[in-house]
């Protein structure tokens, strides 16, 4: 898995992972490579420090009585916080909610595929079905199966209209 420090032709910078530079170099010919804030196509590769892993990555964890969030796949290239994450004490609160703000967006605009989220994502990966943005709940299992399978998933909390 690598994360690429990426621009839009708006020079909106974000961040997206893949499972290889060929990886990216394919989904962006497909056009499957979009701007988290704009939504815009015309993407490119920044310059960017390599990341050395020391330790094992964390497991996925929920908190003691809550619920797992639903798994939300909202593109090819998902935008995320920058590797190695920084610490959440480290962000502005408008930064937070900017990011969290823009992951719902991305979220509400796509398809609804429910509890069939990772056999649609898998579908999606192997080219047996049509690319686009899909949404839908996954368990914690489920995630790390996608994962590890190199189809890129991201839990994100819960639209405001699922709240209630």
């Known amino acids: 898995m690598i994360v690429l420090?990426?621009?839009c032709a708006n020079e909106h910078r974000f961040e997206g992972w893949f499972a290889s530079s060929a990886a990216f170099e394919s989904?962006?010919?497909r056009g499957l490579v979009s701007c988290p804030v704009c939504n815009g196509t015309e993407v490119r590769r920044l310059p960017s420090a390599p990341y050395v892993q020391t330790r094992s990555a964390p497991a996925l964890e929920t908190p003691?009585?809550?619920?797992s969030a639903p798994a939300q796949r909202t593109s090819s290239a998902i935008a995320a916080s920058p590797s190695p994450a920084p610490d959440a004490g480290t962000l502005a609160p408008a930064a937070v909610a900017e990011l969290l703000g823009a992951l719902r967006r991305m979220a509400k605009a796509a398809e609804d595929v429910g509890e069939h989220l990772p056999e649609e994502a898998r579908r999606i990966h192997h080219g047996e079905a049509e690319a686009r943005d899909i949404r839908g709940a996954a368990s914690r299992d489920e995630i790390?199966?996608?994962?590890?399978?190199?189809i890129m998933v991201l839990p994100v909390?819960?639209?405001d209209d699922e709240l209630h």
């Open 157 to 159: 909390p819960p639209l």
């Open 5 to 7: 420090d990426l621009s």
């Open 64 to 67: 003691p009585g809550r619920p």
């Open 27 to 29: 989904q962006l010919a």
């Open 144 to 150: 790390e199966e996608l994962l590890e399978e190199g």
